[in-house]
């Protein structure tokens, strides 16, 4: 096979001599790489920070979640204990309005004080309850 001039001379010529060309392709092999090389180095810079912005942000997503999880269990435990109260509440409102039938049951109807501008003098509470014994016996 035939080689033409300047690819003779680019293997017999030594790699400094600049009328050979080796010594130009070499350099611009070099610098081809380096700036090949330069942009994989970059490349991996940004996808390194990439990566770390992420897993700054999933780590905050994450103590985000955490902090609304313990409010939220907070605000079920409020819940319940207030759910408790009524529900007590009731009971006993319940039990007092049991006992309050229970007596108005033994005492007959429901015996109501006088009202002040209705009755003619002023009696107090024990002279009504008295009044209320002896209408009874």
């Not at 090949?36 to 390194?48: E, F, I, L, M, S």
């Not at 006088?114 to 009504?128: C, D, F, R």
């Amino acid at each position: 096979m035939l080689m033409k001039g300047f690819q003779w001379r680019a293997l017999c010529a030594p790699a400094d001599d600049p009328a050979a060309g080796a010594g130009g392709a070499a350099d611009g092999d070099a610098a081809a790489d380096k700036a090949a090389a330069d942009k994989a180095a970059a490349d991996k810079a940004a996808a390194d920070k990439a990566a770390a912005d992420k897993a700054a942000a999933d780590k905050a997503a994450e103590k985000a979640v955490a902090d609304l999880t313990a409010e939220r269990d907070t605000l079920k435990g409020t819940v319940e204990t207030l759910t408790a109260e009524r529900d007590s509440a009731v009971k006993e409102r319940d039990a007092l309005q049991a006992e309050v039938d229970r007596l108005s049951k033994l005492v007959g109807e429901a015996a109501v004080p006088p009202e002040a501008a209705a009755s003619t003098g002023k009696q107090t509470a024990e002279e009504w309850l008295s009044e209320q014994f002896e209408k009874k016996e």
